[in-house]
């Protein structure tokens, strides 16, 4: 075990000026919630991503999404926070962390606590009418599919689609171009359960650098920045965001 990386890791953050989290599906399989990519174990090892989460898929045929939402998306927006969903969201409160940047979609960041989020590839909290642009809240839309396959707005009929990014679409230019403005002040970037294989995303760990902040990354994987890492902990999560609590709840 990396004891003193983890130990040095602990210290620079808290003793960040301007921190700020980048994190991926591995923060939630703690969870519960199986990640994306890992062999075996990830979802796209087990379906295919594009017949599911594309856009030009979803128009011409929102059944395969929407049965995958009810077997797999809804039952996910039930899990709760783990360790590092807490730890973080008490960073924030203690004063280092200033922002949270997530691909994550499970809302767990909010559940714990935390407040000032970014979150690049949307949520479920709301979706929209695609032909009149009506807005449904997540409970709307799961009483609707409790009736039919495919939930149909009130107004027109047309086939509702939750505000989260699909392949094909792009990010929120607002959140991204806040997502940015965070890392390129902070001096301090903590990057957890990310393969950082994903762009936009993957790229602002080097915008952080290129302005001078250190990286500290927590992942069993190797990542294509790991040369540019200054922290690279190769342990579980649960492990590193203990640690980090017992330290936040002795301060």
């Not at 990396?2 to 703690?30: C, F, H, M, P």
């Not at 799961?142 to 027109?156: A, G, I, S, T, Y």
Request: hydrophobic share 40%; net charge neutral.
């Amino acid at each position: 075990m990396q004891t003193e990386e983890l130990n040095k890791s602990i210290n620079e953050i808290l003793n960040a000026r301007y921190l700020v989290a980048l994190t991926g599906a591995g923060v939630s399989t703690d969870s519960g919630i199986p990640d994306f990519r890992s062999k075996s174990e990830g979802l796209w090892y087990h379906f295919d991503a594009m017949e599911i989460f594309s856009l030009s898929r979803f128009l011409s045929n929102p059944v395969p999404f929407y049965e995958f939402a009810r077997d797999f998306i809804f039952p996910m927006l039930e899990r709760k926070p783990n360790v590092t969903h807490v730890a973080l969201a008490k960073l924030e409160k203690k004063g280092p962390l200033k922002a949270l940047i997530t691909q994550n979609i499970d809302l767990l960041h909010e559940k714990a606590g935390s407040k000032n989020i970014y979150e690049l590839h949307g949520n479920f909290l709301h979706s929209t009418c695609m032909k009149c642009g009506k807005i449904y809240t997540l409970e709307e839309v799961q009483e609707k599919m409790r009736k039919e396959k495919v939930p149909r707005c009130d107004n027109c009929g047309g086939v509702i689609k939750p505000n989260i990014v699909f392949f094909e679409e792009n990010l929120p230019y607002k959140v991204l171009e806040d997502a940015y403005s965070e890392v390129e002040k902070c001096d301090l970037l903590l990057i957890v359960g990310t393969s950082l294989q994903v762009y936009p995303a993957a790229e602002l760990p080097l915008a952080a650098k290129r302005n001078g902040a250190k990286l500290i990354s927590v992942n069993r994987e190797s990542t294509p920045l790991d040369k540019w890492i200054d922290y690279k902990l190769n342990m579980a999560l649960t492990v590193f965001s203990s640690a980090l609590l017992r330290k936040l709840q002795e301060e």
